[in-house]
Structure formats: C-alpha cells, structure tokens
C-alpha cells in the first residue's frame, strides 16, 4: 500500500517532468528573460581563454560555463569597475576590505589568482569588465531607470533625516544613465 502510493508519487513527478520538458522545447520562447551579455573586444576574448585555462570556472560562472560554487560572474562589467577587478584579482582581501572566503593568501583555494602573471590578470580584467547586466537586473549595480512611488514612499518612511547630503542617490545616476542609453539608442537609428 504504502509502495504503491510512493510509486505513484514517482510516476506523477515523472509524467509532470516530461510535459515540463515538452513545453519547454516546443516553445522559442526562453523560460527566464536574459538579462546579460557581452561583446568581446580581442583582449577580452583571449582574456576569456585564461579565465578558463587558470580554472576560474571551477568556482565561478560566466558565459554559459562553469560552476555555482563561488559568485555567479555574469553581468559584473556592470556592478565593478575595470580598476576594482585588476585590485580584487592581485589584492583580493584589501579590495574587499575584510577576509575573503577562498581569494586571499594561501592556503586559500584560490590563493593562486594573485600569483598569476599580471598580464593574465589584466586580460581576465577586461574579460571580466565586458560581461554586461542590463539596468536594473539583479547582477547590475543601477536600479531601473524609471520613478518609482514604491521606492519613494519607502525611502521617505525609513531613510535617516538628512540623508540627501551624507549619501548619493544612486536612483539619480539610474535615471541620467537610462536617458543618455535611451539617446544613444535614438541616434544609433
Ligand atoms: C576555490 C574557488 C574559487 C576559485 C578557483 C576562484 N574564485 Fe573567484 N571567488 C570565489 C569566492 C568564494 C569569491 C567571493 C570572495 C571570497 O570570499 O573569496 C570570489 C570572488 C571573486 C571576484 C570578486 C567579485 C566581486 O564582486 O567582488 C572576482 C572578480 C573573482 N572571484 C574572479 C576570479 C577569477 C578571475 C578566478 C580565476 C583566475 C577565480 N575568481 C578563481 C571563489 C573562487
């Protein structure tokens, strides 16, 4: 009885899989938007091949490969700059400014990214600085560029008096930089 009920778990599980599946690839549709990408420059490019030679992809995601043991890498051109990246990789626990889980000095695992030879460095640097998220995805560093009265009433209930002269904005720089996008896309047409 009791086998019986579990068997049919089993097969309920399996017939929802197969229908799952099936949808999925009839479909042309991807089941997640996309919301990175990347155009490499050479340096870039030939950077991607030391990032995978120097086994980076053994903790870290990028471009469709890898794995999802340390950060997912996707989109982080758009959260660091090119100089953050070139410090973290030769100065993991000064960049962060506290002790890393695996950069860092030996015997952390990935003790060896520092001692890699700087040109490597760099190339990854710009591989790195060419993965792209769009405005307001999760890997991106900018909110969206529009308004939002959500986000306005919750700052107004919860943001310290006076906040304005000791913080930026970052919602300020998220809107000039959808506009300067929005033109440049105007005039790309
Ligand atoms: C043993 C696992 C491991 C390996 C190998 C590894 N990383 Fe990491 N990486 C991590 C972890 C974990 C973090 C988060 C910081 C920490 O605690 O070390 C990280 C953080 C980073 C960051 C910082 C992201 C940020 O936003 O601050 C970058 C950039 C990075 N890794 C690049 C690389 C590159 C390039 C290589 C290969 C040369 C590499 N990693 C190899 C595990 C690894």
Not at 79 to 92: A, G, N, V
Request: hydrophobic residues 35%; proline residues 5%; contains cysteine.
């Amino acid at each position: 009885m009791v086998l019986g009920i579990i068997g049919l778990f089993f097969a309920f599980a399996l017939v929802s899989y197969i229908i799952m599946e099936a949808v999925r690839m009839s479909s042309d549709k991807p089941m997640y938007p996309n919301t990175t990408h990347y155009d490499f420059s050479p340096v870039g490019l030939h950077g991607s091949e030391v990032f995978r030679e120097a086994r980076c992809t053994s903790c870290h995601r990028a471009v469709r490969g890898g794995t999802n043991m340390g950060l997912d890498l996707d989109g982080i051109g758009s959260k660091r700059s090119m100089e953050y990246l070139e410090s973290f990789l030769r100065d993991p626990e000064a960049t962060y400014q506290t002790r890393t889980l695996d950069h860092g000095p030996a015997p952390k695992e990935a003790a060896y990214v520092a001692k890699l030879p700087e040109a490597d460095r760099k190339a990854i640097a710009t591989f790195l600085s060419e993965l792209r998220a769009d405005q307001g995805s999760g890997a991106a560093r900018l909110p969206v560029g529009e308004r939002s009265s959500f986000v306005d009433g919750m700052v107004k209930m919860w943001a310290p008096e006076g906040w304005k002269t000791e913080y930026t904005d970052i919602r300020e720089e998220a809107r000039v930089n959808a506009e300067n996008e929005r033109k440049h896309d105007a005039n790309a047409k």
